[in-house]
């Protein structure tokens, strides 16, 4: 009776994903960087992720998602840009029609930018430019900063259009070589090369230009402890969010997120 039970249990799960990836590999295009909605409980849990980090209301901060989601010009650019860019071949129609509904947790990106009104971020992993055009269109809403996104990939950043160009710098090169010139970073969002030694160097390399409020952000906390284990290294705060899709067989990934103690922040070593 025992291994019926977890026998059918198992059954369950697996024909849930199973279904889900039949039906993705039947319609869909996409062959890396997922996109999908959240679930609305799992929304929910990025709402409180960012609240706690910003000291902000849980209410506030799922304002600023609707900010976004609702943002019609947003919205219809982003669909067009990707019908029309150079890798528009990985979108099919629907999911270039739902694209700005299929944020997950690049909405946290967002409200942490409307929030945190840094003066410089730094994006590390251009890709197709989805995170990218979130965090532009929470600077602009901002009316201030600017966003410096680096990918050694020329063709990468098909997603942000010329409108852009008034908050966006884009680097094509080595992150790790790139990182040294700048000054003065209020947010980094680590999203390059997933090794746990890239994403280190990455941390270490930049340290040196962080501003005494920046916040850090890895997109691969969920499958390594860089940021974890740095924040203890540096005595700042660490907290880490994991994502929950609705309507796609990908499980999700993760962010982590650190931000300063009441002490001052050391630099690299």
Known sequence: MVLLIRTRTAGQVLTGDIGSLAQWLAHSREFTNYTYRLSERNRKHLAWWVSNVTDKSVREVESLFAELEENERFRSELEVAARAGDRKHEFSKAEAQQLPERLGRRLGWYALVRILKPGLVV???????????????A?????????????????????????YDE??????????????????????????????????AEFRCVAPALSPKAVLVSDNSHATDVLEQLSRE???????????????????????ISWPSRTPTPRSR
Request: net charge negative.
């Open 234 to 256: 540096w005595s700042r705060n660490f907290l880490f969010f994991k994502e929950s899709p609705t309507g796609h067989w990908y499980s999700g990934a993760g962010i982590g």
């Open 139 to 163: 600077l602009m809403a901002n009316g201030e900063g600017r966003l410096v996104t680096i990918d050694i990939e020329p063709a990468s950043g098909m997603l942000l259009t010329s409108r």
């Open 123 to 137: 994006e590390t992993g251009t890709d197709k430019g989805l995170g990218s055009v979130v965090l532009a269109e």
């Open 167 to 200: 908050v966006v710098t884009r680097i094509i090169g080595d992150s790790v070589a790139s990182l040294g010139s700048l000054t003065s970073v209020d947010l980094f969002i680590h999203d390059s090369d997933h090794s746990a030694e890239h994403e280190e």
